[in-house]
């Protein structure tokens, strides 16, 4: 496998004008689903975690960071798929009681390749995600803003940051999918993503570069899990307000331990899924351009 930073793939997509797909899985089985879909379409295996954490305060989440990166390079590694690989992480879901720079370093140690803050509207939250998304820049390692409330401010983050010399590598417009044009004349350098799965299709014509899909997974799990697993999730997004991607990562643990038919029928619903996700935005056999456009991209700048 290819282990590679978040921006070098941004910047080899749009040199092939490819839509990545980073699919949230929070359960080894939907990994290697995903890896084997990845590896079969010879398309670069995203796999995104959502942040299970509000108002962070103790190691839960950093354990459970390390338990995904772990658990993605195995299925990687057990599926033989030797094509680009970046692990992505989300910023958390309603703050944190750790400040960003701090966050994003730990979550640089465990092996995610591209990071993310949310957009905020302190001046004294904007000089803390300046200084952690210094740090990722040093290491050109991805870095994208997510809004979570208004998507006018994460583009104005992201135009701060800029200012300040940490460009992000992305800015998620979900939501304002078609003012992308605009959007990606204004802050040229960095790439635009989007949620919207709904429009997949068509996101590469707006010139949109990345897809955070947490659908194929999200599907394939009300399918396979037993309905009490599934309970116990809709039932902890709906009392803290957060998405049912947020709630799986929330509950990782849990769903590692799975009983073995149901990780057996995970991980092929997440496979079919991401086959014809990688189908219908034309991915299959973007992972070799995109390695040859690395490598061209390296050649311009040695």
């Known amino acids: 496998m290819l282990v590679l930073s978040m921006r070098d793939l941004l910047a080899a997509a749009a040199r ?53 990166a772990e658990a993605a390079f195995k299925a990687a590694e057990e599926i033989h798929f030797h094509g680009p690989l970046a692990l992505l992480k989300d910023p958390p879901r309603a703050g944190s009681a750790v400040p960003d720079s701090e966050r994003v370093q730990r979550e ?3 092996g995610f390749t591209g990071v993310s803050l949310a957009a905020a509207d302190a001046q004294e939250d904007v000089r803390d995600a300046a200084l952690a998304a210094s740090a990722v820049c040093q290491r050109e390692l991805g870095l994208e803003v997510v809004a979570m409330g208004g998507v006018g401010a994460a583009a104005e983050l992201a135009r701060q940051l800029r200012s300040r010399g940490a460009t992000p590598s992305a800015v998620r417009i979900t939501g304002l999918e078609h ?10 350098g960095t790439a635009l993503s989007s949620a919207t799965e709904s429009m997949a299709g068509q996101l590469l014509g707006m010139q949109v570069r990345q897809l ?20 116990t999730l809709q039932d902890w997004a709906d009392e803290k307000g957060a998405t049912l991607e947020q709630s799986a990562a929330r509950h990782q643990r849990l769903l590692r331990d799975l009983p073995p038919a149901a990780q057996e029928k995970l991980e092929a619903l997440c496979c079919f899924a991401a086959l014809d996700l990688f189908g219908a935005v ?21």
Request: net charge negative; charged share 25%; aromatic share 4%.
């Open 16 to 68: 092939e004008n490819v839509l990545l797909i980073a699919f949230a899985a929070t359960s080894p089985a939907a990994m290697a689903g995903f890896a084997r879909a990845a590896r079969d379409a010879d398309a670069a295996l995203l796999l995104v975690r959502p942040s299970g954490a509000a108002e962070e305060k103790g190691p839960e989440e950093a354990r459970d960071d390390g338990a995904f």
């Open 108 to 110: 640089i140690d465990v």
């Open 179 to 188: 003012d992308a044009p605009v959007l990606a004349e204004e802050m040229a």
């Open 282 to 302: 034309g991915a299959n056999g973007s992972g070799s351009r995109l390695v040859n456009a690395l490598a061209a991209l390296h050649e311009k700048d040695a």
């Open 212 to 231: 955070v899909a947490a659908g194929p997974f999200l599907r394939s799990l009300r399918r396979a899990a037993p309905e009490e697993v599934w309970a």
